[in-house]
Nanobody, 116 residues
Framework: QVQLVESGGGLVQPGGSLRLSCTASGSILNISVMGWYRQAPGKQRELVATITSSGRTIYADSVKGRFTISRDGAKNTVFLQMNSLKPEDTAKYYC??????????WGQGTQVTVSS
């Protein structure tokens, strides 16, 4: 079993920055993909960014050039550096990990609010 704990969310003004962190614990072996998704009220959860064990990254078009995803050498922590934040980035952000053989796990989420 894998447990995920997110941190780093909060309130920030447009143009500001935040850095989200997600740490995995428990059975952390064989994690192949770690990433971030977000969901605003009344909307579908959407991909923000993912990173594989080899370092390959995927970004949503809406965040390309502004957000950067990374992970540590032990592959048990993933980060999301968010720059030039916009009001439309406001959402609850969820950490997600996938094992190489299939199982998927979700964190409880951390709220990001971009407002003046």
């Amino acid at each position: 079993q894998v447990q995920l704990v997110e941190s780093g969310g909060g309130l920030v003004q447009p143009g500001g920055s935040l850095r989200l962190s997600c740490t995995a614990s428990g059975s952390i072996l064989n994690i192949s993909v770690m990433g971030w998704y977000r969901q605003a009220p009344g909307k579908q959860r959407e991909l923000v960014a993912t990173i594989t064990s080899s370092g390959r990254t995927i970004y949503a078009d809406s965040v390309k050039g502004r957000f950067t995803i990374s992970r540590d050498g032990a592959k048990n922590t993933v980060f999301l550096q968010m720059n030039s934040l916009k009001p439309e980035d406001t959402a609850k952000y969820y950490c997600n990990v996938k094992k190489s053989y299939g199982p998927e796990y979700w964190g409880q989420g951390t709220q990001v609010t971009v407002s003046s």
